[in-house]
């Protein structure tokens, strides 16, 4: 278990500490991941957010920087349990360009 001093090392784009970090991910969900998004493996802090939204049925408030993978937090429970998911983001163009390479259908209710 990371303590508050790894993560604000983690968050800090200046530091050029690393942190070592260990991920206790299931391997159905590294295969899953894998298979599905063509990823290796999680960055930091996605696969809590996300085992937090499949495992524990929690909804999330996910703040993030660019760059950091928010997408695959909101993306992945939607498809690994085959359900609706809400995103709130700014990024329009981005979602409508990620949902359409996934293949999913979507509902996007924006401004003008």
Request: with cysteine; net charge neutral.
């Amino acid at each position: 278990m990371r303590n508050r001093e790894e993560d604000d090392k983690l968050n800090d784009p200046s530091s050029t500490e690393s942190v070592d970090i260990q991920l206790d991910v299931p391997i159905c969900h590294q295969r899953f991941l894998k298979n599905n998004f063509g990823h290796s493996e999680f960055r930091p802090h996605q696969w809590r957010i996300i085992e937090a939204a499949i495992e524990s049925r929690r909804d999330q408030l996910v703040v993030m920087a660019t760059g950091h993978g928010k997408s695959l937090c909101f993306h992945y429970p939607a498809v690994y349990m085959n359900c609706h998911c809400i995103c709130i983001s700014p990024l329009i163009a981005l979602m409508e360009d990620q949902v359409a390479q996934l293949g999913l259908s979507k509902c996007i209710l924006k401004s003008k």
